[in-house]
Nanobody, 126 residues
């Protein structure tokens, strides 16, 4: 079992930046592939970014490429989502997710993940 707690959300003006953090419990964080997803009002939850257990592989949805960076610090049991040049369309609840992974790969489907945080609200004003 792993518990995930997101933080770092808030209200920011368009063009601004936020860094989201997701702290994981447990001793085997380095065995988990991690992902960030978001859900905007009235929309389905969607993939944002993913990172392999070592951090060596990452992927992003096209809508955030070049503006968002996912990273992790296995010594701190934490995964981050650095978001720059924020747009009103980025407004959503952001969730981190974890999946125990025997391979050095990442996952982009919600159904691939076993554990989810409670979410953190990001609001971008125009």
């Amino acid at each position: 079992q792993v518990q995930l707690v997101e933080s770092g959300g808030g209200l920011v003006q368009a063009g601004g930046s936020l860094r989201l953090s997701c702290a994981a419990s447990g001793r085997t964080f380095s065995s988990y592939a991690m992902g960030w997803f978001r859900q905007a009002p009235g929309k389905e939850r969607e993939f944002v970014a993913a990172i392999s257990r070592s951090g060596g592989f990452t992927d992003y949805t096209d809508a955030v490429k070049g503006r968002v960076t996912i990273s992790r610090d296995n010594a701190k049991n934490t995964v981050y989502l650095q978001m720059d040049s924020l747009e009103p369309e980025d407004t959503a609840v952001y969730y981190c997710a974890a999946r125990n992974s025997p391979s050095s790969w990442y996952f982009k489907s919600q159904s691939d993940y076993d554990y989810w945080g409670q979410g953190t609200q990001v609001t971008v004003s125009s």
